[in-house]
């Protein structure tokens, strides 16, 4: 095994990636060391590194990764050798958020991949490196021989998302407008007509991610005709937009319900009043994140479509970790619904 980790550390909005090596740790009880095989840009490290969100510095970003385990710790020698994803945060499994709630996302010990400082432990935190250590309350799912690495990827965080917001839904609905087509919000359409909805709309200005969900058997349309649909049992905002909340609402029948994923940012004031709700009967539910089982499900739905070419078509050929700034201006392009970087040879 190598004695040595190359990551990307992230010092602060403006400043550029710096390539640095660190000795890998022996892992601890339960701990497994991950030799990363592939990473893809979330959008919320897009808006970290231009300022709009905020995390402790400097750090290893990126969440979103799968990779082989080369070194477990105490009680999870089996590990070794599984090609896996795992869930972006841990969680201590005893808290009433853990226990109680149904919400280990929001766990009173929580800790977030990519979303932590150096000095939180190992440090090797992101996915933007050659390894990662994978800490005792993490779930690790693993990922079929048939689903590539670029495929399972973003499985971790974009999709795991989207299977936590359809599991809020009611029982029953089959008219369901999704807000938004970037990766998380195809994944929802994907999944609810997977999963057999009758009738899945799904809007966004960019015509050819239009067309991209249009593939997976959804009506997608521009949200200046989302006046068209009506009478919708749910509305999943996925966009991150906040004055696209004023037309899901007008699509929403009475005692529809409004479920909000995409505006993990400060400007996000709705344009939305009590009476409306009130008078319209409306269930509002917030998503953040998702619980282990969400994550089995997730890789689950990539099983059942194999080698599917609109999976395939969704994330870039993997850039080289050394490029990774490259790769954010890729990002920034919109060309991919997802960049993806993995370590090489250089580094």
Known sequence: MTSSAVAQVFDGPGQPFRLEQYPLPRPGPGERIVAIRCATLCGSDVHTIEGRRHEPTPAILGHEGIGEVIAAGTGVEHDLGRRVTWTLADSCGQCR??????????????????????????????????????????????????ISDTVAAPANCALATAVAAIDVLPEGVDRILVQGAGLLGLYAA?????????????????????????????????????????????????????????????????????????MVHPDSQLPLTGEQVIRKSLRLQGVHNYAPRHLN?????????????????????????????????????QTWLRVAVAPDSRL
Not at 192 to 219: F, I, N, Y
Not at 241 to 246: G, I, N, R, S, T
């Open 97 to 146: 958020f853990c226990q109680q709630l149904d919400l280990p996302q929001k766990c009173d010990d929580l800790f977030k991949y990519g979303h932590a400082s150096l000095t939180d432990g190992t440090g090797l935190n992101g996915t933007y490196a050659s390894h990662v250590l994978l800490r005792r309350g993490t779930h690790l799912v693993d990922v079929p021989a048939t």
């Open 190 to 262: 994907a999944l609810l007509r997977h999963r057999g909805v009758k009738s899945v709309w799904c809007c966004d200005p960019l015509e050819k991610r239009r067309q991209q969900v249009a593939a997976w058997d959804v009506t997608a349309i521009h949200p200046d005709d989302v006046g068209q649909v009506k009478e919708c049992d749910a509305v999943l905002e996925m966009a991150g937009y906040a004055p696209a909340v004023a037309d899901g609402v007008q699509a929403l029948r009475i005692g529809g319900t409004y479920v909000f994923v995409g």
């Open 297 to 333: 499900q997730a890789v689950d739905f990539l099983a059942e479509l194999g080698q599917d070419d609109r999976l395939q078509n969704l994330v870039s050929p993997p850039r080289p970790l050394s490029e990774l700034s490259q790769a954010f201006s890729a990002a920034r392009s």
